[in-house]
């Protein structure tokens, strides 16, 4: 039974950050056709100074009551205090940094917008924290009305924003207001009476304390790269480059992402029983792998028509990055996966430990890509940073769980070959179709739906079955 309430808490996640994507990619589409690649790059410039700061300072109040046993007023007052002053310090951050990042990217615009952008964050630290209520229960409903209402009300405002001429505007007004919008809601779902209070700090403390500074080196993996290319390359080059990672996320953002925030309660349900762990982090990897593998292989098959088709001309250049990052992506549901696990057994030092390993790698092989190929070295240099840290995600699982490499690689053997599967006849297919001028809208559809048949049927051919029925739903082998 308690697969079933996760699934269909999971259900609701994915349905909630798929409706949000699907407003933000209706969203990205029109600002894209209006708005210039050297628009996006500056946006993105702003963004990714006021990212690490958010990040860093990353306070995770739900995910710390949630592994709690039971939680009261206190810990609630306690979350929100924290919050509270976690707003303080990014302003002052941002503040003070602001003219030095315009100075050091010789572009005084960057000011204005760094400092606008922060109020993105400040607001979302501000959330009802009466909402892990409904993360405790694996009720996920609220969060969809949650993300719907703020994603939709900063996407209007967006609208006026860049039909006005606001330009770049437009971005940042979408991105803070979405925030702001949300935290409004969260009072209206889950109420509650805001006070002052630091009573319940140390349950928080040690878990802060290490993902906090998990979440610092992460921030710092995640945007490296947009520093580099904002430093050293122009922004309408760092606008198609910010463009093209953003859309090849959107599988491990829309889907793997929010199906693991209730398989992260799910497993603090049972973390004292570590044989019920370790077969539940095995078939939680294997479902967010068989979504991830075959939409990132998708993606970087189509990449061109895609980018043609939605984001117009101007966008041509984006389609090769595009094609490579999708796959860079492609292993990072496995670290989302072991992140839940390690939050649930109290174990944050792991996502900590892993974070520092990947900004080694990326620092060195991202710069490397960058002087030797520019932006598209950077994509395959993404690739190979990917690569070499799936290996890390199986070492650290096996430390953590007692689960071998072997196992570990087993488990994942057919999704593996299905998404092989699928390449192959998309590939075949893509090369028939060429020269014969069918419309993009036509040959992309046709290339999702034998993919998807392909990689279908090559599932059931090696004995991969979906059970459901009697409180039942899970993948099975055969």
């Not at 009551?65 to 303080?88: E, N, W, Y």
């Not at 092989?365 to 520019?374: A, D, E, N, P, Q």
């Not at 007692?402 to 057919?414: A, E, R, V």
Request: glycine share 6%; proline share 4%.
């Amino acid at each position: 039974m308690l697969a079933v309430k996760a699934i269909k808490g999971a259900g609701w996640l994915v349905f909630s950050r798929f409706v949000g994507r699907i407003i933000d990619f209706f969203t990205l589409l029109v600002l894209a056709r209006i708005l210039t690649p050297a628009d996006f790059g500056l946006a993105a410039l702003a963004t990714s100074l006021v990212v690490v700061v958010d990040t860093m300072l990353e306070v995770p109040v739900t995910q710390a009551l949630v592994r709690l046993p039971a939680i009261d007023k206190s810990h609630l007052d306690t979350g929100f205090t924290v919050g509270l002053m976690r707003g303080v310090v990014i302003g002052a951050i941002v503040l003070v940094a602001a003219w030095p990042y315009s100075w050091i990217n010789h572009d005084s615009h960057l000011v204005l917008l760094v400092a606008v952008l922060a109020l993105g964050p400040i607001s979302r630290g501000l959330t009802s924290p009466a909402m892990v209520n409904f993360a405790r229960q694996l009720g996920f409903r609220p969060t969809f009305i949650l993300e719907a209402s703020g994603k939709l009300t900063a996407a209007l405002i967006a609208m006026i924003v860049v039909l006005s001429g606001g330009a770049y505007w437009a971005i940042v007004a979408n991105f803070v207001l979405a925030s702001f919008a949300s935290t409004v809601a969260s009072y209206i779902l889950a109420p509650y009476r805001p006070a002052f209070s630091l009573a319940r700090l140390p349950d928080f403390a040690g878990f802060i304390g290490w993902f906090s500074s998990a979440q610092l080196v992460s921030a710092l993996n995640w945007q490296f790269d947009r520093f580099l290319i904002g430093a050293l390359a122009d922004r309408p080059t760092l606008g198609r480059y910010a463009v093209a990672s953003d859309v090849a996320v959107i599988p491990t953002q829309s889907l793997i992402g929010p199906a693991l925030q209730p398989v992260m309660a799910a497993f603090s349900q049972i973390n004292a029983d570590r044989a019920r762990v370790r077969q539940a982090f095995l078939k939680a990897t294997r479902f967010a792998m068989l979504i991830s593998a075959p939409a990132c292989v998708g993606i970087s098959l189509t990449a061109d028509l895609a980018t043609d088709l939605l984001l117009g001309a101007k966008w041509e250049q984006a389609a090769p990055l595009l094609s490579l990052l999708a796959l860079a992506v492609a292993p990072i549901p496995y670290f989302q996966t072991l992140s839940s696990v390690s939050v649930a057994l109290d174990r944050p030092h792991v996502i900590f430990r892993l974070n520092v390993v990947d900004l080694g790698f990326r620092v060195l092989l991202i710069s490397i890509g960058f002087y030797l190929g520019s932006v598209t070295g950077v994509s395959i240099a993404r690739i190979v940073l990917s690569t070499l840290m799936f290996v890390f995600y199986l070492a650290e699982a096996r430390r953590l769980l007692d689960l071998s490499i072997s196992s570990q690689l087993k488990n994942l053997w057919k999704v593996t070959t299905a998404a092989g599967a699928m390449a192959v006849v998309v590939w075949l297919l893509r090369d028939e179709l060429a020269g014969r001028n069918y419309p993009h809208v036509i040959e992309l559809a046709l290339a999702i739906a034998v993919g998807a048949a392909s990689y279908g049927a090559t599932l059931l051919l090696l004995g991969v079955r979906l059970i459901t029925g009697s409180g039942r739903l899970e993948l099975t082998d055969r």
